[in-house]
């Protein structure tokens, strides 16, 4: 596609319930990167695609997070039983090739998640 | 880790004033990005530097690597450049570490 896709741009969810986010990287990008923002806080890394594997998982929370991608295109970043704290902005990146030197990152405009 | 301190932290400018963000981290990188968030989230790469200083319009990103420090000036400032410009920086790898941010609001 022309950008990255995520979606939904907005989910409001019961606390306990499982969430699912999409990232449709942009075409061509074999490394795919998940960033949270939470409210009053800055950017903060989750996880990183090469391709279907993700050699960092380490900016995972909680076991509570896990991610996949198929394909080596999209990404799905699940969220099981849900927490009032992981109410925040998820951002989807990709760039052309992995690493940060060299690489322009394109963001996806985020999946805002709030947790009633 | 890589501490990463925007300055400031956040910046009421007239329009046509000249705008200078300032970010420092602590830790040698061979990447410093600069971000702009507009309201709704949306985040844009404006500049990656690995030395010296680039231009793209009326944006101005310089780096010291020595200093360990950036800049990005905007000149000319327009109401739609009010955002929130984020640095963030890494170290020969895909993560990054991010400053909080510095929001700017340029008025008519």
């Known amino acids: 596609g022309a950008g990255v896709s995520q979606s939904p741009s907005n989910k409001v969810t019961e606390k306990g319930k499982d969430v699912e986010l999409r990232c449709d990287p942009i075409?061509?990008?074999?490394?795919l990167y998940w960033y949270r923002q939470s409210l009053g806080q800055g950017l903060e890394f989750l996880i990183y695609f090469q391709g279907n594997s993700a050699p960092d998982k380490s900016g995972l929370p909680s076991d509570r997070f896990s991610a996949e991608r198929t394909g080596g295109s999209v990404s799905t970043l699940t969220i099981q039983r849900t927490q009032q704290e992981d109410s925040a902005v998820y951002l989807c990146a990709s760039s052309l090739v992995a690493g940060v030197t060299g690489n322009t990152i394109y963001f996806g405009e985020g999946s805002w998640l709030t947790v009633v | 880790k890589n501490e990463v301190e925007q300055s400031p932290q956040n910046l009421t400018a007239q329009e046509g004033e000249f705008i200078t963000i300032n970010c420092s981290y602590s830790v040698g990188i061979s990447a410093l990005h600069w971000l702009q968030q507009h309201p709704g989230g949306g985040i844009v790469s404006l500049f990656m530097?690995?030395?010296g200083k680039k231009k793209h319009g009326r944006l101005i990103a310089t780096i010291n690597i020595q200093e360990k420090h950036s800049s990005l000036h905007i000149t000319a400032s327009h109401p739609r450049d009010s955002a929130v410009y984020i640095c963030?920086?890494?170290?020969?790898?895909?993560?990054?570490?991010f400053g909080k941010g510095t929001k700017l609001s340029v008025i008519p």
């Open positions: 530097l690995s030395s």
């Open positions: 075409s061509g990008h074999t490394a």
């Open positions: 963030a920086v890494g170290l020969g790898s895909y993560q990054l570490t």
